[in-house]
């Protein structure tokens, strides 16, 4: 019972204080937490708290079916949902050596980049909801929805698609789909002036946005970060061109980049994937109806479905970064163990929480909504 | 393989933004040109949703035969199975009166049970609110029909198209033998699958359970198939011999009211539950399936003797049991070999009988006596049995033919085909005639005729066999395989055709006159074949077969015991575990239930436990 043998407890000084920032704030991005420490308005410390949303998705597809966890997947990011499925979906066809029809995989390119721009339209509403401006994030929202109307017409579902099935994908195009398509497309593109002039020309926004969140290219590869939060440090990398999937070697797109690692850069590195995106869409537009032959491979009735023996690990470019599937299979009816890199299971935690140290607290907010960060991910 | 694109062309106003020029302060002043612009939520009526939309459900009950895969595939468990009691539960064509109700508070809407179902009968609608008070919590959990949740049509939404369907509905193929490398010998035709073959049929199987309940003997198929799929063959071999001790001879000549019930069949070709039995069957060596045939038998004995008579499936099966319940079990068959009808009424090229033996071997390991070559009636007679033993079935067959007895049925020529399928696996020769006719429509009118083309083909190098059926091509008795192989073998088959005399000049036979039929059976279903008199045909023939169906031979009775036994038609009546009146004496298979294997197997199963049941009870 000796004094030495026991931490003394040490005293706050009393112009530190702490301050729970989440899981219930306008300003965080989900049910996600930040634990705070501050001095007056600067943060001392910050501790990521997830653990509030979903829980255990990698459990839950040890229990189900091959099949079933297409339905499953897409819940680990709302936002951005194609990835998850297209990923899980090219684990187990590299497990079963299934391959996948051409037409399926065009198919499966217009879905993903669909998907890239209503993810990024919903990421710049709720960036500028952080710094005031609400109308772009009223703005985004409804300009989303027209290309949810476009998965509702292809996939059947408005945000959970549910598309893509091991083997291709589980829809033909509906009639006049393309046409629909384009004009979406160029509605878009109609928009971007004026998204401009509201959000990212608003000086109240660069002056925010400048200098906030600042990491080196050095930083960003030591903590993991992908996506355009790492192209926004000047590194121009990108899962679709340096390791192509599907039929991304076949299409022309540019990676855009910034130098200066702030909140500005990287949404600005997303206000150009915007126009890529729309660039690789309306090429999909002009020789998908050239792609003929099926859009799903055979596969066995998945209530008796072993998939042989093995592990793989599958990635793809999400909107977020690099999304990773690390998948094992001991031959049976059901996944042996599935993880899942979510690529904001890195910005959201050990990035977010070494760029908050110093800054205000009113840029936490800001510093992870120009992350990207999607809770869901982390707590997956 | 990208054609080039012009890139110019691509994006129409490819703004770009410079870090310089962001810092206007007027900028965002421009937004207000929206100003006065309708909102975009406006109107705020529902719209209706696309045509390819998961909403809620729609089930056609009328279609959905309550099979359940609905419910396997659900990711969420969102599905349960309810009973609806006025709809029709018929397990012989495959049909439940379950139907899949949906808890909303689960359900994803993924449309995997519409994917996987077999009949098309579950999908999904363009309908999408559904709201209630916190009263009405359980209106939730919801029995969709084809008018959707709340009865009001929204059109449909998700259908299974080809693309999306997950089940696999064609069959492995089967090897077999061509006609002309099978005409002239009774090798099998079939040849069985391959383990490969073998896994995926197995794996086609989604586990619904109609061919369970359409079986006879309710064999374990969903359990055994899934067996064969985990590459597990002796546990399938397990399940097999729970239900079925002559599965060699299942697996290949079975009726297969399982494959007509399944419910893959509902839209494409059914599993071959048959041939994957037979595959498990021929894989697993035979002494291995002897030890799991005996695994369960009691070690005891009780001291009970039963005699059985006749041994075919139906005598055997009721062995089978009855040892494995410890009792002791004599089996008496008149015939040189054991094996009933299966021996004597199929021929070798469908049922090769050192398969049949392997069935009968696994039941005299058990500790079954046989006594071959025993005529009850003449060797042993009823009252002796009754005095020796504390039970004894009848498991006698359909041994005799009957005859069309049209004029000149009575001649020599003119022969019963179980007669001579009898003496075709005795050895026992005959004159194989140059010309055959054939009278009858049904199985056993095709092995003899396919039996007889064989002979032929092997006596005189060509084949002249003729069938005539009273029945239409459509409604012919006989498996369609069996009509299919028949005419690839060269025998010709006229169907709708009456016998009306067998044609006999200066006492030798010549032919079959035959007439037209208009009908069978009269209004109120009664058989009263109808013809046309005009349109005749002779048929030539040096020999006609009658094989238009079979009965028993019941002389072994002896006179007092058939008096005191109760009767229906001219068969033995028994209650519905097949005790006849006498208390003794039971009855089982053919004889009192008709021609057909599995049925046979099915009724010792049930005479087994009833006798035991009796037994205990003294």
Same mark, same amino acid.
């Given at each position: 019972m000796r004094p030495e043998n026991y931490e003394a407890q040490r005293q706050p000084p009393s112009n530190e204080y702490e301050l729970n920032f989440g899981p219930n704030h306008p300003g965080i991005e989900g049910n996600y937490a930040l634990k705070v420490k501050l001095h007056g308005d600067i943060v001392l410390e910050a501790k990521a708290d997830g653990g509030y949303l979903h829980r255990g998705f990698e459990k839950l597809m040890e229990q189900r079916l091959w099949i079933q966890n297409i339905a499953l *997947? &897409? $819940?680990?990011? *709302? &936002?951005? &949902?194609s990835p998850m499925e297209l990923c899980y979906s090219m684990a187990v066809e590299e497990l079963c050596g299934l391959k996948v029809p051409q037409r399926a995989q065009w198919l499966r390119v217009m879905q993903l980049e669909l998907s890239r721009i209503a993810a990024h339209l919903f990421t710049f509403g709720g960036h500028a909801a952080t710094t005031g401006m609400y109308s772009t994030m009223y703005w985004g929202v409804a300009d989303r929805d027209l290309l949810l109307d476009l998965f509702e017409e292809f996939t059947g579902g408005r945000v959970y698609s549910i598309y893509n099935i091991p083997g291709g994908v589980r829809r033909e195009l509906p009639e006049g789909f393309l046409q629909r398509l384009t004009e979406t497309l160029d509605y878009i593109e109609s928009r971007l002036p004026d998204y401009d002039n509201l959000f990212f020309k608003n000086q109240v926004f660069v002056k925010r946005a400048k200098g906030t969140g600042v990491m080196s290219r050095e930083q960003a590869l030591e903590w993991g970060v992908t996506g355009p939060n790492l192209r926004a440090t000047g590194l121009a990398f990108d899962v679709r061109r340096d390791d192509p999937y599907l039929v991304y070697d076949q299409l022309a797109f540019d990676i855009p980049v910034e130098e200066s690692g702030d909140a500005w850069a990287r949404t600005l590195v997303r206000r150009k994937e915007l126009m890529e995106s729309i660039r690789i869409l309306r090429q999909v537009v002009e020789i998908l109806p050239d792609i003929h032959g099926p859009i799903r491979a055979p596969i066995p009735n998945p209530l008796a479905w072993n998939v042989p023996a093995g592990e793989t690990y599958t990635r793809v470019e999400s909107s977020k970064g690099e999304l990773c599937y690390y998948v094992v299979s001991n031959g049976g009816p059901k996944p042996y163990r599935v993880h899942v890199r979510g690529p904001s299971s890195m910005h959201a935690v050990q990035v977010l929480e070494k760029m908050s140290v110093?800054? $205000?607290?009113?840029d936490i907010a800001q510093t992870m909504f120009s992350l990207d960060a999607c809770p869901p991910e982390v707590d997956r | 393989m990208s054609k080039p694109i012009d890139d110019a062309k691509l994006s129409k106003q490819n703004v770009t933004i410079e870090h310089e020029e962001a810092g206007s302060i007027l900028s965002p002043l421009k937004a207000l040109q929206f100003f006065m612009r309708k909102p975009v939520t406006v109107p705020l009526e529902p719209r209706p949703a696309a045509d390819n939309y998961r909403g809620f459900h729609l089930n056609d009950h009328e279609k959905c035969i309550g099979c359940s895969s609905c419910q396997k595939v659900c990711d969420n468990a969102a599905i349960t199975m309810v009973k609806v009691p006025h709809l029709p539960e018929d397990p012989i064509n495959g049909v439940r009166n379950l139907r899949p109700a949906i808890d909303y508070g689960r359900c994803c809407w993924c449309a995997l049970c519409v994917d996987i179902c077999p009949t098309s009968a579950i999908s999904l609608s363009r309908e999408y609110v559904h709201t209630c008070t916190q009263e009405e919590i359980d209106s939730y959990f919801i029995l969709p029909d084809e008018t959707g949740i709340h009865g009001e049509y929204y059109g449909e939404g998700w259908q299974k198209t080809n693309d999306s369907d997950l089940l696999d509905l064609n069959r492995q193929p089967m090897a077999e033998l061509e006609a002309e490398e099978r005409i002239d010998n009774f090798n099998e035709i079939v040849a069985g699958y391959t383990d490969q073959q073998a896994v995926i049929e197995a794996s086609r199987c989604v586990q619904c359970g109609m061919c369970h309940d359409a079986c006879p003997t309710h064999m374990d198929a969903p359990e055994y198939i899934r067996s064969i799929w985990q590459g597990n063959l002796e546990d399938a071999v397990r399940w097999i011999y729970q239900s079925n001790p002559f599965s060699h001879v299942c697996g290949r000549v079975c009726t297969h009211r399982c494959e007509d019930a399944? !419910?893959?069949? %509902? %839209?494409?070709?059914?599993? !071959?539950i048959r041939w994957l039995k037979r595959y498990a069957m021929d894989s697993v060596d035979h002494e291995r399936i002897k030890q799991i045939a005996a695994e369960g038998k009691a070690d005891y004995l009780s001291g009970k003797q039963i005699a059985i008579i006749g041994a075919g499936p139906a005598g055997l099966t009721t062995a089978y049991d009855l040892v494995r319940k410890g009792h002791q079990v004599t089996v008496f068959e008149a015939r040189k070999e054991a094996g009933g009808m299966p021996r004597y009424g199929i021929p070798e090229y469908r049922l090769p009988y050192d398969m049949l033996d392997q069935d009968i071997d696994v039941i005299t390991s058990m500790g079954v006596k046989i006594q071959t070559g025993i005529q009850v009636g003449k060797d042993i007679t009823m009252a002796q049995l009754e005095a020796d033993y504390d039970a004894v079935v009848l498991a006698i067959g359909l041994h005799l033919g009957r005859s069309t007895r049209v004029p000149g049925a009575d001649h020599k020529q003119v022969r019963k085909a179980i007669d001579l399928l009898r003496r075709t696996t005795d050895d026992e020769a005959y004159e194989i005639p140059q010309k055959a006719v054939v009278i009858g429509g049904g199985n056993v009118a095709m092995d003899i005729a396919r039996t007889l083309a064989r002979q032929q083909q092997q006596q005189f190098g060509q084949v002249q066999v003729t069938v005539t059926a009273l029945e239409e091509m459509s409604n012919f008795l006989a498996d369609p395989v069996e009509i299919k192989e028949c005419r690839e073998e060269g025998i010709e088959i006229y169907d709708a055709r009456g016998p009306q005399a067998c044609i006999i000049k200066n006492n030798k036979l010549i032919g079959l006159k035959t007439w037209k039929v208009r009908s069978i059976f009269d209004e109120q279903g009664r058989f009263a074949p109808e013809y046309d008199e005009q349109d005749e045909q002779i048929h030539a023939a040096d020999m006609v077969i009658e094989a238009i169906g079979q009965m028993s031979d019941n002389n072994l009775l002896g006179d007092d015991l058939t008096e005191a036994l109760e009767w229906q038609r001219g068969r033995l009546s028994i209650d519905g575990q097949g005790r006849t009146s006498v208390d003794w004496l039971w009855a089982a298979g053919d004889c009192v239930n008709g021609p057909d294997v599995v049925h046979a197997i099915a009724d010792g199963h049930r005479v087994a436990a009833s006798i035991d049941e009796w037994l205990n009870q003294q």
């Open positions: *997947v &897409p $819940r680990i990011c *709302v &936002p951005d &949902p110093g800054s $205000r607290i009113e | 399944c !419910s893959i069949g %509902r %839209r494409g070709e059914p599993v !071959s």
